[in-house]
């Protein structure tokens, strides 16, 4: 701005005004049209809604007796929609790759990180630790609940692992990477990774070569509403919430340090 | 019931609004957290508790943590050189 002459500051100025002056319309004029846009929507629950036709119905009306699942989003997600959630297993994978191709460190330069790391990192303190211990437990026998009572209740793989994923960074952040690291070393993290990826791709494969449209009744449907219903549906959520409890878990550890 | 509704909805709104007023990275983190939790509270609502639950973990949780952990990697935390004045 110094380094301007009087008539470049003239039309610096005159930009700045006019900036925000057109900021303001573009921004009022999209804010418009997405309202005009939100009018014309059905309103929620509306009876002759577009979204209420016969593949909802078919879900609804069939479910249960299909799949065996009293959850019908489990039903849809799991099952009539497998082939979906593997896309999207495999999306979290991929991510956790990338940010292991950009962040991770090499095992030495980790342990010089972490031990240059240690007296600046102020103690966690009783608050934390103590919060963790009483709250630790519960968040992942509410993960576990979550996966294995997916085809039950709502819920299932991914709010389960996610629930899971989050207790595990809490007792990472209250105890430390080195007593994490007892129970999920890297390279049991890396196994239960990618063997429930493959566990799931597998079990989708199979459904491919046996040509069903939605996964197979060679797992007896069981009762509806008990534990071990739903066929394969439950095995999947687990499959599923392991995927992502460690993708979750093993972004926040190479963004926190670069490593396990 | 609708007008917890509608106070939900306001205070996304002013969430929502505030998250990108907020100059100061810290802050704008925090609201985005209550902009899930209050999100989640409306799926509940809306009689999706599949999403709330996943919105409560995701949102809140994790999504909050990594943006603090980024913002940490960049030093935008503690150096308040690097936070636009005020």
């Known amino acids: 701005m110094n380094r301007l002459n009087d008539g470049e500051r003239g039309i610096f100025r005159r930009f700045q005004a006019g900036y925000g002056a057109i900021g303001l319309l573009v921004s009022g004029a999209l804010a418009a049209v997405l309202l005009l846009t939100v009018s014309y929507l059905p309103g929620f629950g509306?009876?002759?809604?577009?979204?209420?036709?016969?593949?909802?119905?078919?879900?609804?009306?069939?479910?249960?007796?299909e799949t065996g699942a009293t959850n019908v989003?489990?039903?849809v997600i799991l099952d009539y929609r497998a082939f979906d959630t593997l896309g999207e297993s495999a999306v979290l994978f991929?991510?956790?790759?990338?940010?292991?191709?950009?962040?991770r460190e090499e095992p030495a330069a980790l342990a010089r990180r972490m031990a240059e790391r240690k007296p600046f990192e102020p103690d966690q303190g009783p608050i934390l630790r103590i919060t963790a211990r009483v709250l630790i437990p519960w968040l992942l026998l509410f993960g576990a609940y979550l996966v294995l009572n997916?085809?039950?209740s709502p819920g299932g793989g991914f709010s389960g692992g996610a629930v899971t994923g989050a207790a595990m960074i809490l007792h990472n952040l209250a105890f430390g990477p080195e007593q994490t690291r007892r129970f999920l070393s890297e390279r049991i993290f890396f196994r239960l990774l990618v063997g429930a990826l493959c566990f799931y791709g597998l079990a989708k494969g199979y459904v491919f070569f046996t040509g069903g449209n939605h996964l197979p009744g060679s797992i007896p449907l069981g009762q509806a509403g008990s534990i071990f219903s739903g066929g394969l549906i439950g095995p999947l959520n687990i499959a599923v919430g392991i995927v992502t409890a460690c993708a979750v878990y093993g972004i926040?550890?190479?963004?926190?340090?670069?490593?396990? | 019931m609708t007008l917890f509704k509608v106070l939900l909805l306001l205070f996304l709104i002013a969430c929502a609004a505030a998250v990108s007023l907020t100059r100061r990275l810290l802050p704008a983190i925090i609201i985005f957290m209550s902009y899930s939790l209050v999100m989640s509270l409306l799926w509940a609502l809306l009689e999706a508790p599949d999403l709330a639950v996943t919105e409560a973990a995701v949102g809140a949780g994790i999504?909050?943590?990594?943006?603090?952990?980024a913002l940490k990697r960049v030093r935008a935390l503690r150096g308040e050189e690097n936070e636009p004045p005020e």
């Open chain 1, 46 to 65: 509306q009876a002759d809604r577009p979204t209420e036709n016969e593949v909802s119905q078919r879900y609804i009306a069939k479910g249960l007796e």
């Open chain 2, 63 to 69: 999504t909050s943590v990594l943006f603090f952990l």
């Open chain 1, 150 to 152: 997916g085809h039950l």
């Open chain 1, 73 to 75: 989003v489990a039903a």
């Open chain 1, 252 to 260: 926040f550890a190479l963004f926190d340090r670069g490593g396990w």
């Open chain 1, 94 to 103: 991929a991510a956790l790759a990338a940010v292991i191709l950009l962040l």
